[in-house]
């Protein structure tokens, strides 16, 4: 089914941002707090948010292309510099009266110190602006990730779900807060447990769980409902229901593995594959991303040697 990835051309809308790393040296805590001083010895830039989905996506080989809003800032530019570095077609909306969002993350001895995050929501006239353009682009695509970092930049989300299911688009979304309402429609969403339970509550067994994701499923008119469970693998809830197991890997960081799962369960779904088999892959992608560090990807050639 890899071998049809090439083929595939998904769009992905949401909230963007720059991750940033200061990488240094801990020797000693500060005399004026106790807190570890960092030397900083090296920065990084990486895509983050929506921005890391489309590069996943890329990265296995889809063509892909994103649609969101950037500030009129070096952050903002920066984003459009390695989106084209990665091959994305990006359809980035400036709105001069916001800042980029900026996660900074500091980094000692492999492990994350502090993060500090810089944001602003956009405003209402570049969300529609973004609506309009999205309308034109969901003719050239074969699915569409609407990935919600809860920033503002899916208000329209609604809008969007109707837009694509009318075109006959596969609809995948990562989903973010307790208004699930505005989801529905959609093909898939793919909350982690936590998620899910702040929506439908805890559960005891297996069964209340899958008794719990049927009337969500059925109250949000979702084809399938992907759980992803942490140490307890990701469960698809849908016609069937298709259990993956966590695979035994040293976990490093989780950062962005959730953005790794949709982009690969995307392109699998889109060049054909079946349920159980892209959550197969999607789960083996998530395996290969925690044992590295910071919002990164998996390569397609990274995943052709684990399956």
Do not use: C
């Amino acid at each position: 089914m890899l071998e049809k990835v090439s083929q595939v051309r998904l769009l992905v809308v949401g909230d963007v941002m720059l991750d940033r790393y200061w990488f240094g040296d801990v020797s000693r805590i500060s005399p004026e707090a106790p807190v570890p001083v960092v030397k900083v010895e090296r920065q990084e830039e990486r895509l983050g948010g929506a921005a890391n989905v489309a590069r996943n996506a890329a990265s296995l080989g889809a063509t892909t292309a994103l649609l969101s809003v950037v500030g009129d800032d070096d952050a903002g530019r920066s984003l459009g510099r390695l989106l084209e570095d990665g091959q994305i077609d990006a359809g980035l909306h400036v709105d001069k009266d916001i800042d980029t969002i900026v996660k900074l993350r500091v980094i000692g001895r492999q492990q994350q110190l502090l993060r500090i995050d810089f944001e602003t929501p956009p405003s209402h006239e570049i969300l529609q602006a973004k609506l309009a353009d999205f309308e034109r682009r969901v003719a050239d695509a074969d699915v569409i990730i609407l990935s919600d970092y809860g920033k503002g930049g899916l208000t329209h989300i609604s809008d969007m779900i109707r837009i694509a299911r009318a075109a006959d688009k596969l609809v995948l979304v990562d989903p973010k807060g307790d208004e699930w309402g505005k989801y529905a429609g959609a093909t898939v969403i793919t909350p982690n447990r936590s998620e899910l339970k702040q929506v439908v509550g805890s559960w005891k067994s297996e069964e209340e769980l899958a008794a719990k994701a049927r009337k969500l499923r059925g109250e949000l008119g979702l084809e399938a409902l992907l759980v992803t469970r942490s140490e307890e693998g990701m469960t698809l809830f849908a016609d069937e229901v298709h259990h993956q197991p966590a695979l035994a890997r040293e976990v490093f960081d989780v950062s962005g593995a959730g953005d790794t799962v949709i982009a690969t369960l995307a392109v699998m779904l889109a060049a054909g594959a079946a349920w159980g088999e892209a959550i197969r892959v999607a789960n083996i992608a998530a395996g290969i991303v925690v044992g590295k560090l910071g919002t990164a990807v998996v390569t397609r050639q990274e995943l052709i040697a684990a399956l």
